[in-house]
């Protein structure tokens, strides 16, 4: 448009028509030059300012103060076309309907409509002594180059149109599908936390199971091992008590120290501790003394065998041994009455095992109590294994993965 109507006006001057051209023209227009060049500039500051709108990293403020600036810029490039196009409105129109968030902007929205609104209709009054419409400059020319302008000019006009309302139902389109995408990611975020909500509360419920597990674990270790040991011992005053006082006293003092070792475990059981000896004592210690203060209290010969003693052992390793043996001499002694047990501990490439003979009187079917499972239990925890049989006494094994502190740093 520019640049017909700067030709154009170039064209007249040089007939000498100039006077004939502007007594058409209510106002006096721009230099051709000037006009041009004024309509070029105006339009690349339109296009930067509309680039820099829609950039996220503006502030509300600075968003506002740009669009002033746009609006500023597209009326100064009308004014260089002597208001004989304003479909350059629109450019501003689709920054505003980018950058469009709703009720916020609606009177910003309803307020640019109104101004294309006041600025396309040449019939207002305010504006009638200002335009020079396009039909003054093609009348210069003959009726047949005319109607060519004409159409050509009507067909950029539509073009503008179709392009501009294109825009608009891609961009409605575009946030439509942004509205559901988010519904979608809403929808999907929601069954995401009840579906956490479930394994919280499952998980939860897990944590008590386990907790209760332990707990009579624990209790079933301690207080079952010094109980038992107690009653042996009891039972070997009741013997002592007429025949040997003196025997029976110093029995008697075994079975209280056995008591009170059984009230400090239970105790840190209770407070998820580890046996008091394996606090003070490495592992091999505190299973020799264990070992011998069980002997000591149920008169009963325990013979420990040590074939290469497990190294580089974790805390959770260390008690699952301790707790094997434990459980496995108690057992010798109240379920297999036994008076003699070998316990033998050792390794082999790739595993450590545990093994407890005793001499008791076994049984043909062994159906696993509670001390039986819970070896199976914490064993398990460490992908442990146990077997037991019964031929000439009772045996069991356990075996236990070795080298697991290394796999795990690597």
């Known amino acids: 448009m520019a640049g017909f109507m700067s030709i154009t006006q170039e064209k007249i001057i040089q007939s000498m028509s100039a006077r004939s051209f502007l007594e058409t023209l209510p106002i006096v227009p721009l230099p051709a030059g ?55 409105v629109l450019l501003v129109v689709a ?72 825009y608009l139902v891609l961009l409605v389109q575009s946030k439509h599908q942004e509205k559901e995408r988010i519904a979608s990611l809403n929808t999907q975020l929601g069954e995401a936390n009840e579906r956490l909500r479930i394994y919280a509360i499952e998980a939860e419920r897990m944590a008590e199971t386990r907790e209760r ?73 505190a299973i020799a003394r264990m070992v011998a203060e069980f002997a000591e209290s149920s008169n009963m010969k325990i013979r420990v065998i040590a074939l290469g003693w497990p190294d580089n052992l974790r805390e959770d390793e260390e008690e699952v041994i301790y707790r094997v043996v434990q459980e496995g001499i108690t057992n010798a002694n109240q379920h297999g009455k036994a008076t003699e047990a070998t316990v033998t501990i050792g390794t082999e490439p790739g595993r450590n095992y545990i093994i407890i003979a005793d001499n008791g009187h076994g049984c043909e079917d062994v159906e696993p109590g509670f001390g039986l499972r ?30 697991t502190r290394q796999e795990e740093n690597e």
């Open 374 to 403: 819970h070896m199976q239990e914490r064993l398990d925890l460490l992908h442990g294994r146990l077997r037991y049989w019964s031929d000439n006494g009772f045996t069991l094994e356990a075996t236990i993965p070795a080298g």
């Open 213 to 285: 597990n332990r707990l009579a674990r624990e209790i079933h270790d301690t207080l079952g091992h010094a109980l038992t040991g107690i009653a042996a011992g009891l039972d070997a005053c009741l013997v002592l008590v007429d025949a040997a006082p003196e025997a029976a006293k110093k029995q008697m003092a075994k079975i209280r120290e056995t008591a009170r070792r059984g009230i400090v475990d239970v105790r840190r059981s209770v407070e998820k501790l580890r046996p008091d000896d394996l606090e003070k004592l490495p592992l091999r210690h």
């Open 34 to 88: 000037k006009g041009f060049s004024l309509s070029m500039g105006s339009f690349f500051v339109l296009v930067l300012l509309g680039h820099l709108y829609r950039r996220d990293t503006l502030s509300d403020m600075m968003r506002y103060l740009v669009f002033l600036a746009e609006i500023t810029a597209c009326m100064l490039l009308m004014r260089s076309l002597n208001l004989a196009y304003d479909g350059v």
């Open 95 to 166: 920054d505003l309907m980018h950058r469009y968030q709703g009720k916020n902007q609606s009177w910003l929205l309803v307020g640019a409509m109104f101004g294309l609104y006041c600025i396309a209709n040449y019939n207002l009054a305010i504006f009638q002594g200002h335009v020079a419409p396009f039909d003054a400059y093609t009348s210069y020319y003959k009726s047949s180059v005319q109607a060519v302008l004409i159409a050509v000019k009507n067909g950029f006009v539509s073009l503008n149109i179709i392009l501009f309302v294109s």
